[in-house]
């Protein structure tokens, strides 16, 4: 299983490591030029921000091409 993710405060790193799958992250990926992805699993996770995704996820999953044969989100949200 490989779980991409992007995490600004650590919430979503941690939700990422506690699945126990290979972690890719959004931002590394995209200074590496990834935008391919493989495995009979794939999970994306993000922070919610203002009702939407982030704008480095949102353009990172314009790019994407992911070959699984389940793919799953979660989406964080947490306010005050």
């Given at each position: 299983m490989k779980i991409i993710y992007f995490s600004s405060t650590g919430n979503n790193i941690y939700i990422a490591q506690s699945l126990n799958g290979e972690l890719l992250s959004i931002p590394q990926q995209i200074k590496k030029g990834?935008?391919?992805i493989k495995d009979d699993v794939v999970g994306i996770i993000f922070p919610n921000y203002y009702m939407t995704v982030?704008?480095?996820?949102g353009k990172y999953l314009e790019k994407i091409k992911i070959e699984a044969e389940y793919i799953f989100t979660i989406c964080s949200y947490g306010s005050i």
């Open positions: 990834k935008y391919n982030p704008d480095i996820v």
